[in-house]
């Protein structure tokens, strides 16, 4: 009986050191959480109003062609960018955006074109890798403050790929923000740029003068597009991931204080039925004395 107590007193401090852990987690979490939200509500307005001009040069520029918007007559080479976390305890932030690649993987390769994957975190890296995928590029510098230069590091060599012709589409899979509630994985066609249609196709606002000419602001325009892009998904997929960390943490200090709870009142139990043995015991014993 005293080895019992004694290993349940033992579980009730384990338990307890792993809640104060979870609990610093669920903090830090949400101290992260709110300003990686922030970094979403600076960077989504921008890319909005970029995507939004990005369609009234083209609408303007007519037939102008540019490298980055022109579809290729054959699609035969793609590539996946999978962002993913550098670390865990994030719930399922992980294995929904590896299971979303892998299925935009097996669809491109059912269609018979030849597929590369490049990866931005460790955990999409470690996982891909253990299950036999080739991965092209893998990113693991990318902190929980991602920044512009991190976003054109990771653009950049895929859009030379393009240009070059080694690829002929880039799909982008990353978690996105929708709001503190939700958030899921999304598949984007990244390149070749697509710009925002208007109904009538022309241009959606008053009579605008283009200097420089359009090819020039297209020059400028589409680099700095594919850049914004990629550091929006940066930030969401971040912000998504602290919020999927809170979740997950709060929810471990949840099942560990029902945990402690449990302990205790095992504890109390096993402490009275002992109780209750020595004082059967002491008046047995007085009882043989008579």
Known sequence: MAERLKDIRIRTRSVASTKKITRTMELVATSKMKRAQDRVNAASPYQAKLHELLGEVVARAGDVAHPLIAKRDKVSKVAILLVTANRGLCGGYNANAIRTAKRIYKEQQDLGREVSIDVVGKKGMTTLRF?????????????????????????????????????????????????????????????????????????????????????????????????????????????????????????????????????TRKLNRARQAQITQEIAEVVGGAAALE
Do not use: C
């Open 131 to 263: 299950q036999g995928y080739k991965l092209n590029r893998t990113h693991l510098g990318i902190t929980d403050r991602p920044a512009l230069k991190d976003a054109q590091a990771i653009i950049e060599p895929l859009r030379d790929d393009f240009l070059k012709g080694q690829i002929d589409e880039l799909y982008v899979v990353w978690t996105h923000w929708k709001s503190l509630a939700s958030q899921a994985p999304k598949v984007l066609r990244l390149l070749p740029i697509e710009a925002p249609a208007n109904e009538s196709g022309k241009a959606r606002s008053g009579d605008i003068i283009l200097d420089p000419s359009p090819e020039e602001l297209l020059g400028t325009l589409l680099p700095m597009y594919l850049t914004q892009s990629m550091y929006t998904f940066l930030v969401e997929a971040n912000a998504s991931e602290q919020v999927a960390r809170r979740t997950a943490m709060k929810s471990a200090t949840d099942n560990a204080s029902e945990m402690i709870t449990g302990l």
